[in-house]
């Protein structure tokens, strides 16, 4: 819907010898209904969010030093054990693609950064994050205060 100022819907109104008492009424509505509500409008930014990868390991069984990985989704019904076959099928046919084929994924890395969405979705699999994140560890303990 087109929009129009309210100073030239006064001229138009004006023109067509409306009387003055209702044109400064209806003038004073306009001018009401295109004012901003308070509080709208003014969002902050939204906050950046990062993935992380919580792995709880009570026995202390993983490497102390940092691991990285990357979140992805598969349906619930599923195994997690059949992630990096769906994984290598996408980029398998990723790579017999043209695209592929020029620039073929040759590690984990590359075909989770690189390949497109649709090959994994054939496979039943989601990348949630493209570039990998930083996987914590905890003994699912909360200490006592």
């Avoid at 026995?59 to 990357?70: A, F, H, S």
């Avoid at 989770?112 to 994140?133: D, G, H």
Wanted: glycine fraction near 4%; hydrophobic fraction near 35%.
């Amino acid at each position: 819907m087109p929009k129009i100022d309210v100073n030239k819907v006064a001229e138009i109104l004006k023109r067509n010898h409306i009387e003055p008492a209702l044109l400064r009424r209806v003038v004073e509505e306009m001018n009401l209904a295109v004012q901003p509500d308070p509080g709208e409008g003014e969002t902050p930014p939204p906050v950046k969010k990062q993935f992380i990868i919580l792995v709880s390991d009570p026995e202390e069984t993983m490497p102390k030093g940092d691991l990285t990985g990357w979140v992805l989704q598969i349906p619930e019904d599923e195994s997690p054990a059949s992630v990096p076959e769906r994984l290598f099928k996408g980029a398998y046919d990723y790579n017999a693609s043209k695209k592929g084929r020029l620039y073929p994924a040759k590690t984990v890395g590359d075909a989770v950064e690189n390949v497109p969405a649709k090959f994994f979705r054939e496979a039943e699999l989601w990348v949630k994050t493209k570039t990998p994140v930083l996987v914590l560890r905890t003994d699912n303990e909360i200490p006592r205060a």
